[in-house]
T-cell receptor, first 113, second 116 residues
Framework: KAGVTQTPRYLIKTRGQQVTLSCSPI?????VSWYQQTPGQGLQFLFE???????NKGNFPGRFSGRQFSNSRSEMNVSTLELGDSALYLCASSLKGGSQPQHFGDGTRLSIL | AQTVTQSQPEMSVQEAETVTLSCTYDTSESDYYLFWYKQPPSRQMILVIR??????QNATENRFSVNFQKAAKSFSLKISDSQLGDAAMYFC?????????????FGAGTILRVKS
């Protein structure tokens, strides 16, 4: 069974640009969550989508947005990039919730110049 | 809001020895789940072990076991017979069973080094 796939693996952008990251969950998984990982702030929850609806959101500015398609694939968009947005962005999928664990992808390393 | 604290930024263990990683959390909820994830240099977060708060029995997965003390809000991970492949960053994580959704709250992580 294929795991969680994130593309691209690396991305370099400049300040002010926007970026879209993609996440394909494990087949059958309907929940997709996004996390930002930085050395200073650690792992922080961005948002979660379930059946195309955002059902939970972390404490990030509105420049960070996402969506989920009918096939459960999810995209995350960051507009007006800032230097502080440089991070590893991790996507995780799960069947639903409860004790079901989240399975993570390899992440997208975003660097802002 | 829930918080997770890992007080050991870095730990070292000799191959074949046992090491314990500490984790404490703060919550006012009674129903929740706790997880330990491992992140090697390859970046992928790998689930090591999970514990449901309503279960008194400590979870065990092969060489990995936890000491779950609900009253003390403590959730430590014990790795027995440590192997070189255990070297990684280990994260403790909390998930509410009362909030809607799948949000994980992570600790800052503990780097585990395994010496041969």
């Amino acid at each position: 069974k294929a795991g969680v796939t994130q593309t691209p693996r690396y991305l370099i952008k400049t300040r002010g640009q926007q970026v879209t990251l993609s996440c394909s969950p494990i087949s059958g998984h309907r929940s997709v969550s996004w996390y930002q990982q930085t050395p200073g702030q650690g792992l922080q929850f961005l948002f979660e989508y379930f059946s195309e609806t955002q059902r939970n959101k972390g404490n990030f500015p509105g420049r960070f947005s996402g969506r989920q398609f009918s096939n459960s694939r999810s995209e995350m968009n960051v507009s007006t990039l800032e230097l502080g947005d440089s991070a590893l962005y991790l996507c995780a999928s799960s069947l639903k919730g409860g004790s079901q664990p989240q399975h993570f992808g390899d992440g997208t390393r975003l660097s802002i110049l | 809001a829930q918080t997770v604290t890992q007080s050991q930024p870095e730990m070292s263990v000799q191959e074949a020895e046992t090491v314990t990683l500490s984790c404490t959390y703060d919550t006012s909820e009674s129903d929740y789940y706790l997880f330990w994830y491992k992140q090697p240099p390859s970046r992928q977060m790998i689930l090591v072990i999970r514990q449901e708060a309503y279960k008194q029995q400590n979870a065990t997965e092969n060489r990995f076991s936890v000491n779950f003390q609900k009253a003390a809000k403590s959730f430590s991970l014990k790795i027995s017979d440590s192997q070189l492949g255990d070297a990684a960053m280990y994260f403790c994580a909390y998930r509410s069973d009362m909030e809607y959704g799948n949000k994980l709250v992570f600790g800052a992580g503990t780097i585990l080094r395994v010496k041969s």
